[in-house]
């Protein structure tokens, strides 16, 4: 015996039914996706007022750090005049404990003086107002420059400077104030913890169109879990030495973006007791790219 076919009123009523529930689920669909649009448009309302706020206080602190540098700048040069005059005997004679403190108060006004340069750099840095001015130059006359900037440094000092002769690089097209100022922080920074042995500067070119210089010293050295956070902004090592002779933190920083704006990078290897090494490679010819926020 076979089942009786459906009556053509029950299938209508079933589609209707089918129907209105799909109906029901597409009213119910639009809503929950109005719903979720005026969310999505509410978010990036609110994502758009805090972008325009992080612009104005990234804008605030860069107006905030180059107006204090620039004022910084006039006393401090004033300062170093002053103590220039008087290691000079120009107004008449000194004791030897009254050039001891006049030295003194002359370094850490050269101290001040650097960390001032740094916060100005990280104003220019963070408005992007970095220009980068590359030019062709000899290798020759970087090292005579450098050599020439710290030759007063070291020439009562325990430490020796050496410029390694180098090899046959060809000359190079970058920024060579950006890269003077990168090995000048290496150069420093070795020569600070650094209290006897050698301090030494050399080019080589791992590639052919690449060129590294490395600063390498027989100083007190960086424990291996210190060297991922060396180039963070502000880092300093929590070390004896490091306490007493304190900065800004930025000059590691600052050194890695310069680099990355002339297309290169900076790194460190260090064995603690032993000494350091830092380095930074660029490549021989500087091409700007629009990512690098900087103008050439």
Not at 19 to 30: G, H, Y
Request: aromatic share 6%; hydrophobic share 40%.
């Amino acid at each position: 015996m076979t089942a009786p076919d459906p009556s053509p009123e029950n299938d209508l009523q079933t589609l209707r039914a089918r129907l209105a529930s799909s109906e029901a689920d597409a009213a119910s669909l639009r809503t929950e996706l109005e719903e979720t649009n005026q969310g999505v448009v509410a978010l990036y309302a609110e994502l758009d007022d805090r972008a325009t706020q992080l612009r104005e206080a990234i804008d605030l602190k860069g107006r905030f750090l180059s107006y204090m540098s620039h004022e910084f700048r006039t006393p401090l040069t004033s300062m170093q005049s002053l103590t220039g005059i008087l290691l000079a005997r120009l107004d008449g004679p000194l004791t030897t404990e009254q050039e001891t403190q006049i030295r003194l108060v002359r370094r850490s006004v050269s101290e001040l003086t650097e960390m001032v340069d740094d916060l100005l750099d990280l104003a220019k840095m963070d408005a992007g107002r970095i220009t980068i001015s590359p030019e062709w130059f000899e290798m020759v006359d970087l090292f005579s420059a450098l050599r020439g900037i710290f030759r007063p440094i070291v020439a009562n000092s325990s430490v020796s400077l050496v410029f390694a002769e180098p090899p046959a690089i060809p000359r190079i097209y970058t920024d060579d104030k950006k890269l003077s100022q990168i090995l000048r922080n290496f150069i420093s920074n070795a020569l600070k913890f650094t209290t006897e042995g050698q301090v030494s500067i050399s080019a080589t070119m791992p590639a052919a169109d690449l060129v590294e210089f490395a600063v390498t010293d027989t100083g007190i050295g960086i424990a291996a879990e210190h060297l991922p956070m060396l180039f963070n902004d502000f880092m300093q090592l929590d070390t004896r030495l490091q306490r007493r002779l304190r900065g800004t933190g930025l000059g590691l920083s600052l050194a890695r973006k310069f680099a990355q704006l002339l297309g290169g990078d900076v790194g460190a290897d260090s064995e603690l007791g032993k000494g350091s090494r830092f380095w930074v490679r660029l490549p021989v010819r500087y091409t700007p790219t629009p990512d690098r926020g900087a103008a050439p």
